[in-house]
């Protein structure tokens, strides 16, 4: 006898295959809605620093900190009137008060912007006398403090002839005496060239702990990897180049550029500085547009995971400028202030940021 | 939209399947009928309180609840594959005549596949490719119920005051194939320790039984992401049939966030519905459902705010309806 298919039959057969298909499709339902974010402190203010009188534009700075305030230091300044200026420097007491007026530039004996790191006659004539489309620059790198004078590092930089060329010569040590818009280049047997790129990196700023003048700098060896270290010579041979040794965390200070153990890895600038009872490193990751902050177990020790603190307006194009943490400019014990350039059409030019953390690093890190 | 129809339509076909599948269901609940509760191990020559060892954790059963949290063993078929070893017991129940007092201990581990289901496991449980994301929580409570005042006011009614302290903690494991990575995890969300403060009540209407629970929740300072908490859990259940009764739950709740280990947390909140069937048991009841939510996600992902659809089955062990009528 014959059985004929009928409606009930094949609704049951197609049953289980159905169910496959409304099953696969119900799996497709997730629709992410927002990504909130837990924070270890508020951003405060992050303004626009105002461009003084008679300049085009502000760069981000490098710096060196003092305890009343904090001395900024561009590389080149642009006047209104197309000029170009190397190195003009102001001294940045308040930061509530350079977000409202902006800053006052370090003025030389005619009332123009001053270069706080110039080249000599000899420099200058010899950049003249090149015809390979390549110029002498000095690239301020920043330093530290120590008993009322600025020790600021540099660079010695040959410059073009594309607009990407640059090679380094060598690293000087600039001196600056309290209230001097310019400082005196250290020379050791006639030439201010104190370290060559392979011997020392000075490029990150420094500070002085105990007896020492510690001095941090990141090198690019890699694509995608700089590895920072610490230099550090004792305070009583600070103009000495080879007074300074490098820090190795099993030995100790050594001499060998290649035995420096590595603190950090960061792709942009870095600011060690004391901080809440300890020390930290402030960073600026130039891809996210963020800044983060690492806890060290000491000056010279490795530096802890990084924690994310606030997002930078990213820029419009390429990556963000500067970075520099700015303790001199600290007036509470948990308020950290954050220089950086940006082309962000919403706010473009140099911003001070201003951080607050809601408890003290070692809680942070618990 | 096609996912709230397909999801619907899922649960509706998986209704229709196990309501076929038990076939003889159409027997009356002998919900209005049950007797009091005889306990196993009575104190001898007393009528008055009565003591039982290792029962039902409440009179109004937490376990119909559309809360992730609720303790039971649970499996999320979709959207993310998650398992939860679950349960909720009383240690020990003492039964007066006009109320009865309940504690015990509840607790879960549960393991979420940090990614979409994408097939199943060499044991056919449904499994995706990501980080598995783990919560583990237990809980203490003592259980309240107005026995004599629930009973004055409808037969199979009951009023549940519920305290517990509880702690929950989350983490990951990374790929045994290495491809997990690390993940710095602090700056999720942490429940951590709480307290937890319930009135839950029950009712029969007709052929209809509904549950309903107010929950408060106080976190102990230093010790969670959250401060305090608010929650709102309803049920309703056909009951005309003893073996198979649709159901609808529906649970929200608001966690407001606070500071810990230097960090401030934000706010969360939760919505969840489960709409689907109970196979019920003496022992307890299979629910499968379909369910939808809308708020952040639980665990270490918990700062993630989104919405999905879903389907997963949950056993309910010692909290069907003979457990409510109790």
Known sequence: ?366 | MRCVLTTLLATTILAISAGAWAGDAAVRSPLADDPPDVPSTAVPGLAWPRLTWLGYPRRVPRAWSASRDTPAMNMIVFPRPADMAGGDFSLFTLQFNRWSLRSGFAGFIELEVDARTSGSNAGGLPSGNGKILWRGSYAYFAAFSLDALARSMCQGCAIELALQYRHESQHYTGSNAGNGGEEDATPEPYVGDDLIFDLASLQRAGNWLFAERAIGMWFLPDRSSYSAGVGLDLHARYVHFARVQPFISGYAEQLWGDMLQGRQFPDAYRVRALVGIALVSALGEIMIYGAGDVGNRYGIRGLTEEATLGLGVRLALASGPKAAGR
């Open chain 1, 1 to 366: 006898m014959t059985r004929f298919p009928n409606a009930f039959d094949t609704a049951q057969r197609s049953q289980p295959r159905l169910l496959v298909v409304l099953v696969a499709l119900a799996s497709s339902c997730i629709d992410t809605i927002d990504e909130e974010t837990s924070a270890v402190g508020q951003l405060t203010s992050d303004c626009v620093v105002p461009v003084p009188d008679g300049v085009r534009s502000l760069d981000a700075p490098v710096s060196l900190e003092y305890t009343a305030g904090s001395f900024w230091i561009w590389r080149s300044l642009e006047l209104a009137d197309g000029q170009i200026v190397p190195n003009a420097s102001a001294f940045v007491s308040d930061a509530t008060q350079a977000c409202a007026s902006g800053v006052t530039l370090g003025l030389d004996a005619a009332g123009a912007p001053a270069s706080l790191l110039a080249l000599t006659p000899q420099e200058t004539a010899a950049n003249a006398a090149r015809s390979d489309g390549r110029q002498l620059a000095l690239v301020p790198f920043g330093g530290f403090v120590y008993a009322g004078l600025g020790y600021l590092f540099y660079d010695h930089a040959l410059v073009g002839p594309g607009i990407f060329d640059e090679e380094s010569q060598g690293t000087g040590l600039c001196v600056r005496a309290a209230q001097a818009v310019t400082c005196n280049r250290v020379t050791v047997d006639g030439d201010t060239i104190l370290w060559k790129p392979d011997q020392r990196i000075l490029n990150s700023g420094g500070l002085v702990v105990d007896e020492r003048a510690l001095v941090y700098g990141c090198r690019r060896v890699a694509s995608f990897s700089t590895p920072c270290t610490v230099s550090g010579a004792p305070l009583d041979a600070i103009e000495v180049p080879s007074a300074y040794q490098v820090y190795n965390l099993f030995n100790g200070w050594v001499d060998q550029l290649s035995d420096a153990s590595v603190l950090a890895d960061e792709l942009g600038p870095v600011t060690v500085s004391a901080f809440s009872g300890a020390f930290m490193a402030t960073t600026l990751d130039i891809f996210e547009s963020r800044f983060y902050v690492r806890r060290m177990s000491s000056a010279t020790g490795e530096m802890d995971r990084r924690i994310a603190i606030f997002d930078a307006l990213p820029p419009a194009s390429w990556f963000l400028g500067g970075g520099r943490e700015h303790s001199g400019l600290r007036r509470s014990p948990r308020t950290i202030h954050v220089s950086y350039s940006t082309s962000g059409a919403a706010a473009p030019g140099l911003h001070l940021a201003t951080f607050r953390f809601f408890a003290e690093l070692g809680e942070i890190y618990q």
